[in-house]
Nanobody
């Protein structure tokens, strides 16, 4: 059974940084694409970033491009989201997700992901 556990969320002032982690277990982590999504109160879950199974390519939402960096350590079964220059509009619950894509395709839609973590709250104060 696949388990994804996020950590690293918290309260930070605008302009600050946070690093989210997502530890995976239950199947061969290194075979699958990983993504980060977020959901703010009253809004739909939105795509943030995704990374290929081998870390060879990444893709970002326009709203975070240049500020956030997704990475992975397949030896540690962990994916990260480094968030810099945070803005109040980045406030949301952040979820990591695992998608069954071992090729070059980078999934960006929520339904393309098979497993999800429980989420971690990120709050950015102005």
């Amino acid at each position: 059974q696949v388990q994804l556990v996020e950590s690293g969320g918290g309260l930070v002032q605008a302009g600050g940084s946070l690093r989210l982690s997502c530890a995976a277990s239950g199947r061969t982590f290194s075979r699958y694409a990983m993504g980060w999504f977020r959901q703010a109160p009253g809004k739909e879950r939105e795509f943030v970033a995704t990374i290929r199974w081998n870390g060879g390519s990444t893709y970002y939402a326009d709203s975070v491009k240049g500020r956030f960096t997704i990475s992975r350590d397949n030896a540690k079964n962990t994916v990260y989201l480094q968030m810099n220059s945070l803005k109040p509009e980045d406030t949301a619950v952040y979820y990591c997700a695992e998608g069954d894509y071992s090729g070059s395709y980078l999934p960006v839609l929520a339904y393309e992901y098979d497993h999800w973590g429980q989420g971690t709250q990120v709050t950015v104060s102005s």
